[in-house]
């Protein structure tokens, strides 16, 4: 199985920061990677998928990058509303087998 | 625009079964991949499976395989998910997840673009 390893877990910053948050995968995943928003009480919200691209409706301060098995989420002037937790996934064109990563969360500092 | 409208909160007793509703309403039904997600309290996102709506084609996560049976109804435009031998530790918030439009590949299950509002299973003695 691909083991997803997220850091930090968790971080604290201010409004208009530029956050950065990394996935590492276990093994090379090319960019099968999605990224996902989780506020408390509330069913997951999808950023980005294959590594980079943007889901539609997301705001253009979320960008995603990385392939094999690095990849990272910025977020690139932080506003009230992205205080949150955040979790990639991994996963296959070929092999139904998706994974988590253990999640961050971004806290006001 | 698409909607999902999950069935309501169940209490079960270890080694029964639940069996949870997701109803779409908007678009067009077989065009997307449904999958489910869970949460157990205070813990982080696990994939549990899938379904390719346009094949009838489930799919689940290694450590579900056995227990647990993704459905769909084309005709009620619902999808289902079929939790067996529950344990204390299947107490969790359940998500069902769907696709963008005309994504309907494997690697669609990732692309989670509409959700249910979450049914939370408790098991408990």
């Known amino acids: 199985d691909i083991q997803m390893t997220q850091s930090p877990s968790t971080l604290s910053a201010s409004v208009g920061d530029r956050v950065i948050i990394t996935c590492r995968a276990s093994q090379n995943i090319n960019t099968w990677l999605a990224w996902y928003q989780q506020k408390p009480g509330k069913a997951p919200k999808l950023l980005i998928y294959k590594a980079s691209s943007l889901e539609s409706g997301v705001p253009s301060r979320f960008s995603g990058s990385g392939s094999g098995t690095e990849f990272t989420l910025t977020i690139s002037s932080l506003q009230p509303d992205d205080f949150a937790t955040y979790y990639c996934l991994q996963y296959n064109s070929y092999s139904p087998e998706l994974a988590f990563g253990g999640g961050t969360k971004v806290a006001i500092k | 625009q698409v909607q999902l409208v999950q069935s309501g909160a169940e209490v079960r007793k270890p080694g029964s079964s639940v069996k949870v509703s997701c109803k779409a309403s908007g678009g067009t039904f077989n065009n997307h991949v449904i999958s489910w997600v869970r949460q157990a309290p205070g813990q982080g996102l696990e994939w549990m499976g899938g379904?390719?709506?346009?094949?009838?084609?489930?799919n689940y996560a290694q450590k579900f395989q056995g227990r647990v049976t993704i459905t769909a109804d084309e005709s009620t435009n619902t999808a289902y998910m079929d939790l067996r031998s529950l344990r204390s530790e299947d107490t969790a918030v359940y998500y069902c997840?769907?696709?963008?439009?005309?994504?309907?590949?494997?690697?669609?299950?990732?692309?989670?673009?509409?959700w249910g509002q979450g049914t939370l299973v408790t098991v408990s003695s």
């Open positions: 997840a769907m696709s963008p439009p005309s994504c309907s590949t494997v690697s669609c299950y990732a692309r989670m673009h509409f």
């Open positions: 379904i390719i709506l346009m094949f009838g084609t489930s």
